[in-house]
């Protein structure tokens, strides 16, 4: 896994594991942006067998993001 970095939050992928300005982490699994019928938000969802988890975000917001390298 490779070091954090900042991303918009409208920049979040699939698959990539983000640390929220709380210090929760979670790993997105689908982007719904736009959310709620704007363009200025976004919801970062993680849908796994042991986690069902929505964080929705401003999209301007800047979250830490890992990215698997290859």
């Known amino acids: 896994m490779s070091e954090w970095n900042p991303v918009v ?3 979040v992928q699939p698959g990539d594991q983000l640390q929220l ?3 929760d982490e979670m790993v997105a699994s689908r982007i719904e ?3 709620m019928g704007t363009d200025t938000l976004v919801a970062i969802i993680e849908d796994t067998p042991t986690r069902w988890f929505k964080q929705p975000l401003p999209a301007d917001l800047e979250v830490q993001v890992r990215r698997a390298s290859g």
Do not use: L
Request: net charge neutral; proline share 22%.
């Open 9 to 11: 939050a409208r920049d």
């Open 33 to 35: 942006c736009p959310f």
């Open 21 to 23: 300005p709380s210090g």
